[in-house]
């Protein structure tokens, strides 16, 4: 844990005020969920909580099945990680945090397919591998996480491919609903 220098007071509703840098470098905007944590010596810790992260071996085996079923590497991100990975060695991008320009996809509730010939970023600071298919998960109504497609600078990805993420997105965001 890093000290930030930086102290703010409860006030009278038991409220903390998150200081705009911190939010802005950890990416936590208005309405996101935090998890609150505490420790034996007093430490009271505030995680961003990723419902999507809590599928673990769900989420592994269901990008198995994409990557199997496209023929291309597949992700499946939370809104700040790549929580799962297959069809690409996975040391390259699990639990990297995602591109800025992942997180406005994600943000815009856009998605990215065949047609529109874009590659974007996966990961922050990591350029070896793009997506050309992104659809984001979404769940009552917010953003939760994306599906998305890696291919090869010379491969295409076909309507199969945008579909077949669409579904992914679309069973994910459900099954997170309950």
Do not use: Q, W
């Amino acid at each position: 844990m890093k000290a930030t220098g930086i102290v703010r007071r409860i006030d009278d509703l038991g409220r903390v005020v998150i200081p705009k840098e911190i939010r802005r470098t950890m990416r936590i905007r208005e309405g996101d969920p935090l998890e609150i944590f505490t420790e034996k010596d007093g430490e009271v810790i505030f995680k961003k909580y990723s419902p999507i992260g809590e599928l673990g071996d769900f989420a592994d085996n269901y990008v198995e099945t994409l990557a199997k079923t496209s023929g291309h590497g597949a992700c499946i991100t939370d809104r700040d990680n790549v929580i799962a990975v297959s069809g690409i060695p996975k040391k390259e991008l699990m639990e990297k945090r995602v591109s800025h320009e992942l997180d406005d996809i994600m943000n815009d509730k856009s998605k990215i397919s065949c047609d529109s010939g874009r590659r974007v970023s996966i990961a922050d600071g990591s350029d070896k591998y793009s997506a050309k298919v992104v659809v984001p998960i979404i769940s009552e109504g917010d953003t939760i996480g994306s599906v998305l497609f890696v291919m090869k600078e010379d491969e295409n990805a076909s309507e199969v491919d945008d579909k077949l993420a669409e579904s992914a997105a679309g069973f994910l965001g459900k099954h997170m609903e309950g």
